[in-house]
């Protein structure tokens, strides 16, 4: 059974920074990409950046120049860097990641509990 598990969500002032890190674990033949979505209330799901096995890193507009995606893929990671936070950056933080679980099967999405950002104004 795959498991993604996120810390490093907490309450910070605008203009601080915040690390999220997720650990994917359980039984992975192979990663696609790992990604960090967000959840504001009321508002539907978003990607905010996404990290394919060797490929580019892709972030929403509204991040560009302040959050930076990396993974570390020996151990199955990956982290968002987030700088220069806003008020509007406030939301419930889920890592997701596209793997296989066995040889010769698709890859299928599996997510993380999800982790709080707060930046108070």
């Known amino acids: 059974q795959v498991q993604l598990v996120e810390s490093g969500g907490g309450l910070v002032q605008a203009g601080g920074s915040l690390r999220l890190s997720c650990a994917a674990s359980?039984?992975?033949?192979?990663?696609?990409?790992m990604a960090w979505y967000r959840q504001a209330p009321g508002k539907q799901r978003e990607l905010v950046a996404n990290?394919?096995?060797?490929?580019?890193?892709l972030y929403v507009d509204s991040v560009k120049g302040r959050f930076t995606i990396s993974r570390d893929s020996a151990k199955n990671m990956v982290y968002l860097q987030m700088n220069s936070l806003k008020p509007d950056d406030t939301a419930v933080y889920y890592c997701?990641?596209?793997?296989?679980?066995?040889?010769?099967?698709?890859?299928?999405?599996?997510w993380g509990q999800g982790t709080q950002v707060t930046v108070s104004s």
């Open positions: 359980g039984s992975i033949f192979a990663i696609k990409s």
């Open positions: 990290f394919p096995t060797g490929g580019s890193t």
């Open positions: 997701q990641s596209s793997l296989i679980i066995r040889w010769g099967q698709d890859p299928q999405n599996y």
